[in-house]
């Protein structure tokens, strides 16, 4: 079956230090890759996503690329701020199947320090 | 405002007695879906419903039940027949006009079993 496997945390840094978190999938078929972030107590919130292969999503100065022959996605930011601290997961789907489900990585804590 | 809302925002239940989580969504998406959450943990699907009056189950439905009697509303009930109930429950709606649409996540309902 389809999995995601993010780096283990947690991740502390800097502020304006470089963030790389990784990601690797298995998956049949074409899945839409995704992260989301969740602060303290609340819902999970999307943060990028990418549809296809070499594909690159980006906001708020977070980027990731579709990788397909590296099945990976990775996410990277330039310069973090305390206000990135939170936790970060990545995410498949498979559209073809299963009514779109998510399948999610086991989440990464960021920690951003002043 | 657009959005999905879940009720009530921490829950305690004795152990014994079934409780019902509240979803409800006017984004007029047509699938819907219930995510547990444990604590350094991924999130893993309960049920999902992708149209009114259907649902299938995910990968840890047992000791719980849903209905889906109107597009808007998708309510989980967490029955005494679940054995460790205590988490962080999420529920998510997409859009379904194409496979590559976004699931968005409610603010999620924190369940502790005393």
């Known amino acids: 079956g389809d999995s995601v496997t993010q780096m283990e945390g947690p991740v502390t840094l800097s502020e304006e230090a470089f963030l790389t978190i990784n990601c690797t999938y298995t998956a049949t078929g074409y899945p839409s890759l995704f992260w989301y972030v969740q602060y303290p107590g609340e819902g999970l919130q999307l943060l990028l996503k990418?549809?296809?292969?070499?594909d690159k999503g980006s906001n708020k100065g977070f980027e990731a690329t579709y990788r397909k022959e590296t099945t990976s996605f990775h996410l990277e930011k330039g310069s973090v701020q305390v206000s990135d601290s939170a936790v970060y997961f990545c995410a498949l789907s498979d559209g073809e199947t299963s009514g779109s489900r998510l399948t999610f990585g086991e989440g990464t804590q960021l920690t951003v320090n002043p | 405002d657009g959005g999905i809302t879940q009720s009530p925002k921490y829950l305690f239940r004795k152990e014994g007695q079934n409780v019902t989580l509240s979803c409800e969504q006017n984004l007029n998406h047509d699938a819907m879906y219930w995510y547990r959450q444990d604590p350094g943990q991924g999130l893993r699907l309960i049920y999902y419903?992708?149209?009114?009056?259907?649902?299938q189950k995910g990968d840890i439905a047992e000791g719980y039940s849903v209905s889906r009697e109107k597009k808007e509303s998708f309510p989980l009930t967490v029955t005494s027949a679940q054995k460790n109930p205590t988490a962080f429950y999420l529920c998510?709606?997409?859009?379904?006009?194409?496979?590559?649409?976004?699931?968005?996540f409610g603010p999620g309902t924190r369940l502790t079993v005393l």
């Open positions: 419903s992708q149209i009114v009056n259907d649902f």
């Open positions: 990418a549809t296809k292969a070499d």
């Open positions: 998510a709606s997409r859009s379904q006009k194409t496979i590559t649409d976004t699931q968005y």
